[in-house]
């Protein structure tokens, strides 16, 4: 089952609504982190990440769906003879969640690599990269930056003592 239909539309069109979409998604972006740095209360504040990242979720696969799409009609307009060298399937993978960490050092590098391909790489704000580093952490691990405001300076920090603590091989 699609969710767009093609029909009439081009990729130039396309194109536009994307990045139409990434302006808004930065205001977006802009204004989440303003609405978290009013937030006082821990729980209203955890609340609210995963309110942001369930739409910032849903946002991400509506865009993958419009570059699928922009895909297919490259595909479809090239003809059969030309290959692209990539194969084009209509298969959606499953939503990718992320792991949560409590400080079991034998499960950091596996939360670490998964958070670093999929947050701490992308072009979110730092910030809401900080809320969703926090938001993903358990235990002793949550205790070990507990006392950092959100912050740009402060989640390098958090990622820092994360690393330092968790990330050690001799410890393993």
Same mark, same amino acid.
């Given at each position: 089952?699609?969710?767009?239909?093609?029909?009439?539309?081009?990729?130039?069109?396309?194109?536009?609504?994307?990045?139409?979409?990434?302006?808004?998604?930065?205001?977006l972006d802009e204004i989440?982190?303003?609405?978290?740095?009013?937030?006082?209360?821990?729980?209203?504040?955890?609340?609210?990440?995963?309110?942001?990242?369930?739409?910032?979720?849903?946002?991400?696969?509506?865009?993958?769906?419009?570059?699928?799409?922009?895909?297919?009609?490259?595909?479809?307009?090239?003809?059969?003879?030309?290959?692209?060298?990539?194969?084009? #399937?209509?298969? %959606? $993978?499953?939503?990718?969640? *992320?792991?949560?960490?409590? &400080?079991?050092?034998?499960?950091?590098?596996?939360?670490?690599?998964?958070?670093?391909?999929?947050?701490?790489?992308?072009?979110?704000?730092?910030?809401?990269?900080?809320?969703?580093?926090?938001s993903l952490l358990e235990?002793?691990?949550?205790?070990?930056?507990?006392?950092?405001?959100?912050?740009? #300076?402060?989640? %390098? $920090?958090?990622?820092?003592? *994360?690393?330092?603590?968790? &990330?050690?091989?001799?410890?393993?």
């Amino acid at each position: 089952m699609d969710i767009v239909k093609v029909e009439g539309v081009t990729v130039e069109e396309i194109n536009l609504r994307v990045e139409e979409f990434d302006k808004r998604l930065k205001a977006l972006d802009e204004i989440q982190e303003q609405i978290q740095e009013l937030i006082t209360e821990e729980d209203d504040l955890l609340k609210e990440i995963e309110q942001a990242s369930t739409v910032r979720n849903k946002a991400f696969f509506c865009k993958s769906e419009a570059v699928r799409v922009i895909g297919q009609i490259k595909a479809s307009s090239t003809g059969p003879s030309v290959s692209t060298g990539k194969s084009l #399937s209509s298969t %959606r $993978l499953p939503k990718l969640e *992320l792991p949560k960490f409590s &400080g079991d050092i034998t499960t950091w590098q596996t939360f670490w690599d998964k958070f670093v391909a999929i947050v701490d790489i992308s072009d979110i704000p730092v910030i809401n990269k900080f809320t969703y580093l926090q938001s993903l952490l358990e235990g002793d691990a949550l205790l070990s930056i507990q006392g950092l405001s959100l912050t740009d #300076s402060h989640y %390098r $920090l958090a990622c820092y003592i *994360l690393k330092e603590s968790n &990330g050690r091989k001799e410890r393993i």
